[in-house]
């Protein structure tokens, strides 16, 4: 395939007719995004509002003491219980460990004791094992 049978693969036969609806896209965009002034007055009606305008306050809240001290006591109840929680999940997670310990010592127990009887019974046969 030369290269211009690949060029034209590659093109839309309506290539003319796009080049020509992007140039009238652009076209209206221009027109549409000029540059328009605006009426006749508006800046002053703008600063006039400006300065009529009230200032916007904002809401100042207070808490009554009582609220104070609820809001304390709250927190404090809080961070309390989250140390609790977290000493509880240290607890089991030790306790977790310990059990997996001793799991692990009774295992080596019983393979140890396993394999003191099987050289034992090789002993008896007449075998002699690698040691």
Same mark, same amino acid.
Do not use: Y
């Given at each position: 395939?030369?290269?211009?049978?690949?060029?034209?693969?590659?093109?839309p036969?309506?290539?003319?007719?796009?080049?020509?609806? %992007? #140039?009238?896209?652009?076209?209206?965009? $221009?027109? /549409?995004l000029?540059?328009?002034?605006?009426? =006749?007055? %508006? #800046?002053?009606r703008?600063?006039?509002? $400006?300065? /009529?305008?009230?200032?916007?306050?904002?809401? =100042?809240v207070?808490?009554?003491?009582?609220?104070?001290? $609820?809001?304390?006591?709250?927190?404090?109840a809080?961070? =309390?219980?989250?140390?609790?929680?977290?000493q509880?999940?240290?607890?089991?997670?030790?306790?977790?460990?310990?059990?997996?310990?001793r799991?692990?010592?009774?295992?080596?127990?019983?393979?140890?004791?396993?394999?003191?009887?099987?050289?034992?019974q090789?002993?008896?046969?007449?075998?002699?094992?690698g040691?």
């Amino acid at each position: 395939m030369s290269v211009n049978q690949h060029e034209e693969l590659n093109q839309p036969e309506d290539w003319n007719q796009r080049d020509e609806s %992007f #140039a009238e896209l652009e076209q209206r965009l $221009a027109e /549409t995004l000029r540059r328009v002034d605006p009426p =006749v007055g %508006f #800046a002053d009606r703008v600063m006039e509002h $400006a300065g /009529t305008a009230k200032p916007i306050r904002g809401k =100042v809240v207070t808490m009554a003491p009582r609220r104070v001290w $609820a809001s304390g006591a709250i927190a404090a109840a809080l961070v =309390v219980g989250a140390f609790v929680g977290e000493q509880t999940h240290l607890r089991h997670e030790r306790e977790k460990a310990e059990l997996a310990q001793r799991q692990f010592d009774l295992a080596m127990k019983i393979t140890g004791d396993t394999l003191a009887h099987v050289q034992q019974q090789l002993q008896q046969a007449g075998i002699t094992s690698g040691n």
